[in-house]
């Protein structure tokens, strides 16, 4: 049995479904030990000189009964213990999906996809396999067991006491292969792990390995890692073989045993000896008795990989969510928009140095605000910390003159609209992406936000049109249509906060044009913050903040960052060249 506050506590939630299971399950063992003692009194009864036929067909009829009660019973306690056994997998899959979700940004930069995938399949399966499979072998195997070895001490103790030794140093040896088997078991688990994740990040930068004509050389690097896995397997397998080796050895030496003992008891003719049919009733126990044997042996073996993916699930699930609502926090009614941020220094908890140094400005409600600079001048930080993707210190980032950290997380992150650099897409139909913050997508918002994005015409261009399923991470567009789906889909949220990180980098200058205007026309009191390489981009807003190192280097409009900012005036300088190398008439006059 599994222990622990993670696992133990479905025993309790199922204990009805276990219950009325192993009840069933200890009925149909005992009625199932019944069998041979009427077998063995029908094998008397034929030997005497006038056999009862009367009570032979009972005892065929009662046989059939009893059959058939097994057979109802058997159903009874399979849907009972293994249904109940799917429940708890299903129960602690949610549980695990929910945690993983509220986990930090910081966790899923050290932990890859391919070993979370190896907790969802198999440290899961194996989990299953122990409240269902498992927990069945411990209960058949002692009970039936037990059962049997009474009725055979009944017959002969002696004869019963010689067969148990060979059992019994049988039990030594499995319990010491045991520990060998989670051990092996635990490095299958990490070699499984290896190979999903080295399986999942080649799939996804497939382009990539194709474009550099490495196959073949990914794939020498795949059958090392499958080599690996293989050898673990082998390992693992190995001593599940030498555990049934060893039983039927045992097994077969003890029937031998049997065999000649109880033969030599038949042959007497004092009150010590056995019947035909009492020998054939006690030989029927025994391989009865194989089969407890056999389940112990499994659930020794299944309890050991379900320790193991335990202790792997258990190291998820005390990952602790650090990204929560405060003590202090307070619902604040009626959000605008404003944002306040003073002093602000932030470094990352993995990080050597601060990436926003004493960074203050203000963006009141309805502002279209760009925020510009180069590559690693913390753009993106000051994105994440707005979506309390991040910590922070009190009194450094406030909302409607609430402190940020005051506010619920649902709250800030409620009233913000997102779209990420990456321009991350679902592998879903690209009505169901841009309606993603909403459980029911109407088609009027979808094809107003797509319109507003200027991706319209294009999604029309597919045969199925907004109902047409994208491939994983958005595969089937292409990248400008990807950022422009992005927009749309938090276009479509209406949100008081809406935030573009580089969102339109990929799309040529009249597509960033047309979408900088809708969001004009639009975005009409309601605030709007870009963040952007590109001068084109920022240019019309109402503020632009130029971050250079961590640090607020200016703010102003375009025309008074080109007069006060030395910085501001080279960037426009140094694009303006780019875009006259480029032929790209479309950004001239910046």
């Known amino acids: 049995m599994l222990f622990g506050r993670y696992f133990f506590k479905y025993y309790i939630k199922y204990g009805l479904y ?37 009570s032979i067909r009972t005892d065929i009829w009662t046989i059939a009964i009893f059959a058939a009660g097994i057979t109802v019973g058997r159903f009874i306690w399979r849907y009972t213990i293994f249904g109940a056994s799917r429940r708890i997998e299903a129960d602690i899959r949610n549980d ?32 299953r ?32 006491l010689l067969a148990g030794i060979p059992m019994l140093i049988l039990m030594v040896v ?25 399986s999942q990040e080649h799939f996804s930068g497939i382009s990539v390995i194709k474009a550099y004509v490495r196959e073949i050389k990914q794939g020498i690097l795949f059958q090392n890692r499958n080599e690996v896995l293989y050898d673990k397997n082998m390992g693992f397998v190995k001593y599940l073989v030498a555990i049934n080796v060893a039983i039927s050895v045992g097994l ?28 054939t009733e006690y030989i029927a126990y025994f391989f009865t008795l194989i089969w407890p044997t056999m389940a112990i042996a499994q659930f020794l073996g299944i309890h050991s990989q379900a320790k193991a993916s335990a202790t792997r699930i258990r190291t998820l699930l005390d990952q602790k969510p650090i990204i929560e609502d405060s003590d202090q926090v307070r619902r604040a009614r009626d959000l605008r928009g404003e944002i306040d941020v003073k002093n602000l220094t932030f470094q990352y908890p993995d990080g050597d140095e601060p990436v926003l140094s004493d960074v203050s400005f203000s963006i009141k409600k309805g502002e279209m605000v760009g925020i510009l600079g180069r590559t690693g001048s913390g753009k993106s930080s000051l994105v994440d910390l707005f979506l309390r993707i991040y ?36 592998s879903d139909t690209i009505k169901n992406n841009i309606g993603f ?68 980098s990929a799309v040529d200058t009249k597509t960033e044009e047309a979408i900088i205007t809708n969001l004009h026309r639009i975005r009409k009191g309601k605030t709007t913050i870009f963040i952007a390489h590109r001068i084109s981009t920022v240019k019309r807003m109402d503020k632009i903040i130029l971050l250079e190192r961590g640090r607020v280097e200016a703010v102003g409009t375009h025309k008074e960052l080109l007069e006060t900012s030395p910085l501001y005036a080279s960037m426009v300088k140094l694009q303006e060249l780019e875009n006259i190398v480029e032929g790209d008439d479309g950004h001239e006059g910046l």
């Open 252 to 279: 077969n030496l003890v029937i031998m045993l049997i065999l000649i003992y109880g033969s030599m008891l038949v042959l007497r003719t004092d009150q010590t000896g056995l019947s035909a049919g009492q020998l």
């Open 174 to 198: 499995m319990v010491f292969i045991m520990s060998k088997i989670r051990l092996k078991f635990k490095m299958r688990q990490e070699a499984f792990e290896q190979v999903s994740d080295f």
């Open 129 to 160: 396999m122990a409240y269902g499979p498992g927990l069945l072998m411990l209960v058949d195997g002692v009970a039936l067991g037990t059962l049997a070895v009474i009725r055979m001490a009944g017959l002969n103790g002696t004869m019963t």
């Open 18 to 54: 276990f219950l009325a299971g192993i009840l069933i399950l200890v009925f149909v063992d005992w009625v199932q030990l019944d069998i041979p003692r009427l077998v063995g009194g029908i094998i008397d009864k034929l030997g005497e000189e006038t056999p009862d036929a009367g």
């Open 437 to 504: 913050a909403f459980d029911t997508p109407h088609d009027d918002e979808v094809i107003s936000s797509a319109k507003l994005a200027d991706v319209y015409d294009n999604i029309m261009e597919f045969s199925h049109g907004f109902e047409t399923m994208l491939g994983e991470r958005g595969v089937t567009v292409s990248g400008g249509q990807k950022q422009r789906i992005s927009i749309a889909r938090a276009l479509a949220k209406d949100p008081d906060i809406l935030i573009l990180d580089d969102s339109v």
């Open 96 to 127: 695990m999906f929910v945690h993983a979700s509220k986990l930090p940004q910081e966790y899923y930069s050290h932990e890859k996809v391919g070993g979370l995938m190896a907790h969802f399949i198999n440290d899961l399966e194996a989990l």
């Open 391 to 426: 910590n922070l210190n009190r009194d450094q980032v406030f909302i409607d003159g609430y402190d940020i950290m005051d506010l619920p997380i649902k709250d800030v992150r409620g009233l913000m609209g997102y779209v990420p650099q990456d321009n991350f897409l679902f």
